[in-house]
């Protein structure tokens, strides 16, 4: 392991950057985050570097400045990528680039890791095509890689929860449950799901760059059944918060599509929720990154963290995700 280090970020304000660049300076690293600076805030000892990645030219901010790390956390953009990596590689002793899980050709079938296929590469600007988002991983990755070779270190998470999770795909049920009552659940019983704590993310990214690993990695925990993982949840916030006790009502594939729920993200949605041919979506095997350092925090730890987060958005908000107190009213009469 390496001692204190320099290290970029591009971002750094928000969500898995902002954590990312919050806990390598409680490492002791000197972090650089370079952003618009618009949305989210800096962590506090880190220094702001104004970029905007739209513009080709934003990296001359950085020029003849070098690294012992950098972090890449972009979402949906080759050309960014390429961008970043045309003027700052050289400058990098070693790099990681957030991809997603989203890469694989095959959701289907359980127990893959990061040997399986991926589908085909797009060197574009993703926009709002959201067909699009594993592709431009697929490509982003691949110039990494080909920029970076044996400095390089790629990681696939799959769905992230945690302090600043603005998607409301995970949260949606530990604040759900806290409200108590009859809490409408799919039934299917074939779905496993898996998530990632952003704090555990960021740690081992940091943890990544001091042991100056290098490799792609599926970052994510075993996958659980979805049925199991509810429950459990339903359990930790009542006795995290003694609120009114809950009833699971499960609902069959063909009674939450009759009722127009939608799966996983959305509105009127039940996150975590998949279709039947995507039982493969969330059981992928992370065998191989947790030998390699990534550690999971206990359930109870990534489900407080979410509720806290879910208190201070507003529990009763409207949201990215999930069913609104009316919308599953509805549903759940249906069910009667």
Known sequence: MIGAMRMLILGGTVFVSRTVAEIALA????????ARGTTGSLPPGATLVTIDRDDRDTFRALADQHFD????????????????????????????????????????????????????????????????????????????????????????????TGP?????????????????????????????????????????????????????????????????LLRDIAALVLLESAGPEVELVPATNEQLLAAGVQYWAGPKSLPLWVSSDMTGFGAHD???????????????????????HERELGIDRVRRAGLSAEEEAEVLATLA
């Open 69 to 160: 790390a950098v972090v890449d956390v972009a979402k949906f953009s080759y050309p960014w990528v390429a961008d970043a990596l045309a003027e700052l590689a050289e400058r990098a002793a070693h790099w990681t680039f957030v991809s997603s899980i989203s890469v694989y050709a095959d959701e289907a079938t359980p127990g893959q890791d990061t040997s399986a296929p991926l589908v085909e590469p797009a060197q574009v600007h993703g926009g709002a095509d959201l067909e699009l988002y594993g592709p431009v991983k697929v490509a982003s990755e691949n110039a990494v890689r080909d920029a970076l070779g044996d400095r390089a270190f790629i990681v696939r998470p799959g769905l992230i």
């Open 164 to 228: 600043g999770d603005g998607s409301d795909r995970f949260g949606y049920w530990p604040g759900r449950f806290s409200r108590g009552g009859r809490v409408l659940v799919p039934a299917e019983a074939d779905l496993s799901a898996q998530l990632i704590d952003v704090r555990d993310l960021a740690a081992w990214v940091v943890t990544a760059a001091e042991q100056r690993l290098t490799g792609t990695f599926d970052a994510i925990n075993r996958p659980r059944p979805l049925g199991d």
């Open 286 to 308: 992370p065998s191989a990154s947790l030998a390699e350092g990534l550690t999971i925090r206990p359930l109870a730890d990534a489900v407080a963290g979410a509720l806290a």
């Open 27 to 34: 490492r002791g690293h000197e972090v650089v985050c370079a």
